[in-house]
């Protein structure tokens, strides 16, 4: 069992992230105009228009919670005055709200592409086996929210422990190991999503145009002012130089 543990909450957590650099490496190396959603806004718009938004917002609000979750300590929300009650409160209700958001419209996606003849035909293998698994881990999460109303477990002094340990190459595995079966599989489900990440459309969240803001104009040139001087010149051009040139 110990060689176990260390294999799930010491060494996996590497291969996951090596497989995610490595693969997204090569995705980009070898396929770098497949970093796309494969967008299917043509086959079918209305519940894209509500779906997407929605999941991709909250999914934005999930992250966040996360990061404030797993990498600020417990010592340093305290001394910023904020009590273990009121974080906690704000946790629940915050990430309880973000988590139903983003299962509720990943649903509407997961529907649609079910749904929409077209949209299903468009999907490639990789989806059958990356979308599913991301509903699961969203799920996963959000049970491990709702435990937190009536378990008096603490992911701050556990879960939080271990996920800051693996930046220091020294795993806490024993944080990890101790606890509850929900937490563990929504880390174990999310490792296995990382690892899947470059071989499908969720690839495409490393290719975000962040310089479309600072990219310089692109200048039009409107046919309409050559059209209206050739409509107004009695001749055309070459017949124009010929008359000069009898002159």
């Known amino acids: 069992m110990t060689h176990l543990r260390v294999a799930l909450w010491g060494v996996l957590p590497y291969l996951a992230l090596a497989v995610l650099v490595a693969g997204t490496a090569w995705r980009y190396r070898y396929d770098r105009f ?4 494969r967008s299917s806004q043509l086959h079918e718009s209305r519940l894209l228009r509500v779906g997407a ?4 917002y909250a999914l934005f609000l999930v992250a966040g919670g996360h990061v404030m979750g797993l990498l600020v300590p417990e010592w340093l929300t305290a001394r910023l005055g904020i009590g273990e009650a009121q974080y906690h409160a704000v946790a629940l209700t915050m990430g309880g ?7 509720t419209g990943l649903a509407l996606l997961l529907y649609r ?8 035909r468009a999907s490639v293998r990789s989806d059958r086996v990356v979308l599913p698994l991301l509903a699961l881990v969203l799920l996963a999460g ?14 701050r002094l556990g879960v ?23 937490y563990q ?14 071989f499908g459309r969720l ?38 130089v010929a008359v000069k040139a009898e002159e």
């Open 34 to 37: 497949g970093f796309t959603t």
């Open 53 to 56: 938004p929605l999941f991709h």
């Open 97 to 103: 709200a973000a988590g139903v958001a983003a299962v």
């Open 113 to 120: 592409r079910l749904r929409v003849p077209a949209v299903r």
């Open 142 to 155: 959000l049970t491990a929210t709702a435990s937190s109303v009536t378990n008096p477990y603490d992911y």
């Open 160 to 182: 939080a422990v271990w996920f800051r340990s693996l930046f220091a190459l020294d795993p806490d595995v024993a944080a990890m190991a101790h606890a509850p079966l929900v």
């Open 185 to 198: 599989c929504h880390a174990l489900l999310a490792l296995a999503l990382f690892a899947l990440w470059p």
């Open 203 to 240: 690839v495409h969240a490393f290719a975000v145009p962040l310089g479309y803001a600072a990219r310089p104009y692109v200048v039009y040139r409107s046919r309409g002012g050559a059209a209206r001087r050739r409509r107004t010149s009695p001749l055309p051009a070459a017949r124009r």
